[in-house]
């Protein structure tokens, strides 16, 4: 049981590394919030389901399985709304996307 | 029991965190900075996390519940106040 929570940790920094090296090298501020949503979404799971398992069975720690469970409800709550306010915020503030975007509907809607 | 991989997968995504910090001083616009700044709150919850499970202790659950729900209102905040409505 202990090596399924290694692995599920073990993917969790795995997304994270991704999200982290997507965060450095992609070519704009939006594609970048994608990245940083990766992070936030995958990289927060396994850590969370991994450490209410880990708690319960090892620990035998019911009060930290809560608190990791009710972390992981507020994550999931609030990523997408945190993440949906700031792109909107960086379009209305003047961010452009890059120049090989080929879609745009949201700077149409708004003329 | 041993349980030091939990300790090293928190030196992982401390590690993860510093290299965030690139973006953090070199992001072109102010969104990359807040976005940047975000995950490495989330980064540091996680590290925070693990730290808690590997010394067994709830205290720093605590810490990094009231982390998280201060990276959220600090990010809507500056998503407001980039979007010009505050």
């Known amino acids: 049981m202990i090596y399924v929570i ?18 450095l090298r992609m ?22 389901i991994g450490g209410i398992l880990y708690s319960a069975i090892y620990l035998q720690n019911g009060g930290m399985a809560v608190k990791l469970a009710v972390m992981g409800a507020f994550y ?12 909107k915020g960086a379009y209305r503030h003047g961010v452009k996307p890059c120049d090989k975007t080929v879609c745009d509907k949201y700077g149409e809607d708004m003329e | 029991m041993n349980n030091s991989p939990l300790l090293f997968f928190a030196v992982c995504f401390l590690f993860l965190a510093l290299t965030l910090i690139i973006r953090l001083a070199k992001g072109p ?58």
């Open chain 1, 27 to 48: 070519p704009d501020a939006f594609c970048r919030m994608q990245s940083s949503t990766n992070i936030a979404t995958f990289g927060v799971l396994g850590v969370i």
């Open chain 1, 76 to 87: 999931i709550v609030t990523n997408p709304i945190a993440s949906h306010a700031i792109a």
């Open chain 1, 6 to 23: 290694y692995v599920l940790i073990g993917l969790s920094v795995f997304f994270a590394l991704a999200g982290v090296v997507g965060m």
């Open chain 2, 29 to 86: 616009s102010a969104a990359d900075r807040a976005v940047a700044a975000d995950s490495i709150d989330i980064l540091g919850d996680m590290a925070l996390i693990l730290f808690a499970l590997y010394s067994g202790r709830g205290v720093y659950l605590d810490i990094a519940l009231v982390t998280a729900v201060l990276g959220f209102i600090g990010t809507t905040l500056i998503a407001k106040y980039l979007e010009g409505r505050l």
